[in-house]
């Protein structure tokens, strides 16, 4: 059985509500390193989110979110973040580290003061979204 399309955009509402898990060391300071890059990947994409830019929150998830999540594309993402976000205050958030770990950077961060974790994977030479973890 398929999920709805709020259902399978939820693990974003969840970070956002600081429902997830997850420490890591510091990210290098070099602006090109990997670990960097990841970082800035990762502030982007919850700066965007608490800007209410939900299509460009849904353009940063990777083809494997869309599959794993059974979101059929960008214009269903877009309304599930919008529903799900609907009212939503900002969230306050504070990268912890990066680490990066068979070819996936893994983000710790603290949202609203509840640790959270975004797994990044390369498309194209650029990092996307695959999934917000939880405990």
Not at 95 to 113: M, N, W
């Amino acid at each position: 059985m398929k999920r709805s399309v709020l259902v399978s955009v939820i693990a974003v509402v969840l970070l956002a509500a600081g429902l997830s898990a997850g420490v890591a060391r510091p990210a290098p300071a070099g602006p090109d390193s990997v670990e960097s890059r990841a970082k800035a990947v990762a502030i982007r994409f919850l700066r965007t989110l608490n800007a209410k830019r939900f299509e460009r929150a849904c353009h940063m998830m990777s083809a494997r979110f869309y599959r794993e999540n059974d979101v059929p594309n960008e214009a269903r993402c877009v309304l599930g973040l919008r529903i799900g976000f609907m009212g939503a205050p900002e969230v306050r958030f504070k990268i912890l580290g990066v680490r990066v770990v068979e070819g996936r950077a893994v983000v710790d961060a603290l949202a609203d003061g509840a640790p959270g974790r975004i797994v990044l994977v390369q498309e194209h030479g650029v990092f996307k979204v695959l999934s917000l973890r939880g405990a």
